[in-house]
């Protein structure tokens, strides 16, 4: 697990904290999609997370070690593919060569097979390829340390259609129950299809620091709510908990009745309805 445990962080300079008194957990067995507007610390959680940024007060731990510390036993199980990124001018079998000795539960194969599942070539100089390739790279690299944690930041953000399919499938391919991928992202079609969990992250007062206004599972998610579309409708149902007007009439968030069927996630509504406060939903307690 992943302990965010009442930390506070503020960057040098600033005079608002990015977190205050700020308290989440990751837990092995989940893809986690991390959603918030820009500037609310999606990045920040994910390097705190890592022990590349250290909290002010509190603490971060992974399967109970303070990872500010930094020790090997701790970041060899960790992994993160930051949202941009610069490599080596060497091949990947140099960069393999390099790296791999750090991460004891890496796998060729695993390594070989996203690289064929991304349609590329093991034979490959890494500083000539483009944005999406070196992150398609990246990922294949991620996957293959067999890292208990992987942390991803706007990792679709470069590939083309066909090349977010691959990914999908790359991850659910390679997903395990003793692993997490947490994935920060604006573009929530993108991984919708492939989460477990959703955090969304916002601001709140007095000092405009982050905090979490999601935080579920989608068998609760869907369990609760239904996520519909009622056309050519004047006003929305007068039982639901948020509605937005399209073309052909609603798109709804409402109670479900434990009678109906289940609908799927609409995960860009459910943000939105989030966001704005009309509902709030956490692992201990959903509410509207």
Same mark, same amino acid.
């Given at each position: 697990?992943i302990n965010?445990?009442?930390?506070?962080?503020?960057y040098?300079?600033?005079?608002?904290?990015?977190?205050e008194?700020f308290?989440?957990?990751?837990?092995?067995?989940?893809?986690?999609g991390?959603l918030g507007?820009?500037?609310?610390?999606?990045?920040?959680?994910l390097?705190?997370?890592?022990g590349?940024?250290?909290a002010?007060?509190?603490?971060?731990?992974?399967e109970?070690k303070?990872?500010?510390?930094?020790e090997?036993?701790?970041?060899?199980e960790?992994f993160i593919?930051?949202?941009?990124?610069?490599?080596?001018?060497?091949?990947?079998?140099?960069y393999?060569?390099?790296y791999?000795?750090?991460?004891?539960?890496?796998?060729?194969e695993?390594?070989r097979?996203?690289l064929?599942?991304?349609?590329?070539?093991?034979?490959i100089?890494?500083?000539?390829?483009?944005?999406?390739?070196?992150?398609?790279?990246?990922?294949a690299?991620?996957?293959a340390?067999?890292?208990?944690?992987?942390?991803?930041d706007?990792?679709?953000?470069?590939?083309?259609i066909?090349?977010?399919k691959?990914?999908?499938?790359?991850?659910a391919?390679?997903m395990?129950?003793d692993?997490?991928i947490?994935?920060?992202?604006?573009?929530?079609?993108?991984?919708?299809?492939?989460?477990?969990?959703?955090?969304? *992250?916002?601001?709140?007062? /007095? $000092?405009?620091?982050?905090t979490v +206004?999601?935080?579920?599972? %989608?068998? #609760?998610?869907?369990e609760k709510?239904?996520?519909?579309y009622e056309q050519l409708?004047?006003?929305?149902?007068?039982?639901?908990?948020y509605?937005?007007?399209?073309?052909?009439?609603?798109a709804i *968030?409402?109670?479900?009745? /434990? $009678?109906?069927?289940?609908?799927? +996630?609409?995960?860009e509504l %459910?943000? #939105?309805?989030?966001?704005?406060?009309?509902?709030?939903?956490?692992?201990?307690?959903?509410?509207?």
């Open positions: 697990m965010y445990q009442d930390i506070t962080f503020m040098a300079g600033n005079s608002d904290f990015i977190f008194h308290n989440l957990q990751i837990h092995p067995g989940s893809i986690y991390l507007p820009n500037g609310v610390g999606k990045s920040t959680l390097y705190l997370g890592m590349l940024l250290r002010t007060k509190g603490s971060v731990e992974v109970g303070d990872v500010s510390k930094r090997h036993v701790t970041l060899s960790l593919i930051p949202e941009e990124f610069e490599l080596p001018s060497i091949s990947l079998a140099e393999v060569n390099t791999r000795p750090f991460y004891p539960h890496f796998s060729d695993v390594l097979q996203c064929e599942e991304f349609q590329l070539p093991y034979e100089h890494i500083n000539k390829l483009s944005m999406g390739q070196k992150k398609k790279v990246m990922m690299f991620a996957l340390c067999g890292t208990k944690y992987i942390m991803m706007e990792p679709t953000n470069g590939l083309d066909q090349a977010k691959q990914f999908r499938k790359v991850l391919t390679h395990t129950e692993r997490a947490i994935i920060s992202t604006h573009q929530v079609h993108d991984i919708e299809q492939l989460l477990d969990h959703v955090i969304i *992250i916002g601001n709140k007062e /007095p $000092h405009n620091s982050s +206004l999601c935080d579920s599972t %989608l068998p #609760n998610l869907t709510y239904s996520f519909t409708a004047p006003t929305p149902s007068r039982n639901c908990l509605s937005e007007r399209n073309a052909q009439g609603y *968030i409402s109670p479900r009745n /434990p $009678h109906e069927e289940e609908t799927p +996630l609409n995960l %459910l943000y #939105n309805a989030v966001q704005n406060g009309a509902i709030q939903i956490t692992s201990k307690n959903i509410q509207s």
